[in-house]
């Protein structure tokens, strides 16, 4: 079983940045951040294969938004800057289903964290 836990979530003016953190207990594959704001459905935001580093990322937050991992610790982390009104959001962290394409849509996903949420003011 794979247990993901979030932190750094928080409330942040225009323009500021955040740096989301997602433990990975006992996980090495294909982990995606994803964020859904009341009344939208869940969107994928970037994703990263744990052991080669490689990352990918939604339209919207290239440039502004950075995936990275630390494999000793086993802990994945979203660095998001130049944050705008729109990116508020809860934020969750997801792990993907074994033997599968690494993308962000989420159905390819099994295990979740508990989210975090993100406040971004005009």
């Known amino acids: 079983q794979v247990q993901l836990v979030e932190s750094g979530g928080g409330s942040v003016q225009a323009g500021g940045s955040l740096r989301l953190s997602c433990a990975a207990s006992?996980?090495?594959?294909?982990v995606g951040w994803f964020r859904q704001a009341p009344g939208k459905e869940r969107e994928g935001v970037a994703r990263?294969?744990?052991?080669?580093?490689?990352?990918a990322y939604a339209n919207d937050v290239t440039g502004r938004f950075t995936m990275s991992r630390d494999s000793a610790k086993n802990t994945v982390y979203l660095q998001m800057n130049s944050l705008k009104p729109e990116d508020t959001a809860m934020y969750y962290c997801?792990?993907?289903?074994?033997?599968?394409?690494?993308?962000?849509?989420?159905?390819?996903?099994?295990?979740w964290g508990q989210g975090t949420q993100v406040t971004v003011s005009s």
């Open positions: 990263i294969l744990i052991g080669s580093g490689s990352t």
């Open positions: 006992g996980y090495t594959g294909c």
């Open positions: 997801a792990a993907a289903r074994s033997g599968g394409i690494c993308s962000l849509d989420a159905s390819r996903f099994q295990f």
